[in-house]
C-alpha cells in the first residue's frame, strides 16, 4: 500500500474517501465486493500510481471490470496478489521437481529389479555350465546388467542433486517472497503485518519467561501540514529519513516497523524502562536537530519532530492493551505539545 493510500484511510477524510469510492463503482457498474473496494481505493487515494493508471485506463477504454479483471489487477499490483502468485508458481516448480525425481527413482527401481533377476538367473546357469564359452556369455550378460545398473544409478545421483540445487532455489527465493510481504516498501522496515507478530511473539516470551518488554509508538508531528505544503514526494523523503534513524537503533532482538502513514513502533524485549527512555530521547532529539533540504531542489524544509509514548508489559498483559497503553501515552505527548517523549507507567502513577 502507498504512503498516499495510506494517509488517505487514516483520519475523518476517509468517510469522505469510502463515500467517493462507492459511487465511483455504481456509476462503473462495479460491485463493491472486498477486493474491488480495495482496488478502487487505489485507484481514487493514489490515481498517478501504477495501479491507478491502469484502472484510469481500463475505464477510459470502456473494457468491462470483471471478476476476472479483479484477479489479475490483484495478482499484478498488490503485494497479497504477487505473494499469491509466487507461492503458486514455487508450488508448480516444486511439484514439476518431485515428479521428475519420482520417475527417475521408479526407472532405477525397475532396473535394479531386473538386475536381481539377471542375478538370479547366472546363478541357475552357473550351476549347469561345463565349459569355458558358455561361462564366459553369462559373465558377459553379468557385466552388461552391472554397467546398465551403475548408469541408472549415476543418472538418478545426478537427477537428485540437480532437483536438490532446484529445491534450494526455490526455498531462497520463497525466503525472500515471505521477507518482501512483510517489509514495508517504502521504508524497508517491518510493515504493519509483520509488526502485529512480532508483538504477539514478544509478548508470548516475555509471558512464559517472565522477561521485560516495553512497546513505544512514535509519530512524526504535523507531517499533514507538512505534505501539503511540500508534497508527497519530499513528504516520502522525510519517512524514509525517520526510518533509517528508527532502523540504525532498532539493532536485534529491538525491532521497528512503519506502523501505518507517518507513524512507527518499536518493541524492546528485555530491557528496562529507562534504557528505552533513552533510546527513544536519542532518537527524537537526531531527528529534531537536523535541518532537512528537499534533494530535487535543495530547498530548506526546516526540520521535523516526533511525538513517542511507551509503555511496559505488566504480567499477563495482552499484545492489543499494550498497544493501547502506549498509544495513550503517544497522546499525551502530542497533547502536550509534541516533540517530547511519555511513558505510560508515568501517566499510571501520577494518576
Known sequence: MTAKVETALRGPQAYDLARRIIEAMESANVWPSALNFELWTHYLADPESALGKEIARMLAAGERFTEATADMLAAEYLPRGRLTEEIRDAGRVLDRELSSVAAAISKAHQSQSAYGKTLEGAATSMEGADDAPALQTIVSSLTTATRRVQRENVTLEQKLESSTKEVAKLREHLEQVRRDAMTDALTNLA??????????????????????????????????????????????????????????????????????????????????????????????????????????????????????????????????????????????????????????ERLQTAA
Open 191 to 344: 510493515n504493519r503485518k509483520a509488526f502485529d507478530d512480532h508483538l504477539e511473539a514478544a509478548c508470548r516470551q516475555s509471558e512464559e519467561m517472565g522477561t521485560a518488554l516495553t512497546l513505544a509508538v512514535l509519530d512524526i508531528d504535523n507531517f499533514k501540514a507538512f505534505n501539503d505544503t511540500w508534497g508527497h514526494q519530499t513528504g516520502d523523503q522525510v519517512l524514509r529519513y525517520v526510518a533509517s534513524v528508527l532502523g540504525r537503533v532498532a539493532k536485534t532482538p529491538r525491532i521497528a516497523a512503519r506502523y501505518g502513514g507517518e507513524e512507527f513502533a518499536m518493541i524492546f524485549p528485555m530491557e528496562s524502562m529507562s534504557q528505552v527512555e533513552k533510546a527513544l530521547e536519542g532518537i527524537r532529539r537526531e531527528i529534531g536537530t537536523r535541518a532537512l533540504r528537499r534533494r530535487s531542489t535543495n530547498d530548506e524544509l526546516g526540520t521535523v519532530t516526533l511525538s513517542a509514548g511507551f509503555a511496559h508489559r505488566h504480567v499477563g498483559e495482552s499484545a492489543v492493551n499494550l498497544l493501547e497503553r502506549a498509544d495513550a501515552a503517544l497522546y499525551v505527548s502530542k497533547r502536550e505539545g509534541r516533540d517530547r517523549v511519555t511513558s505510560a
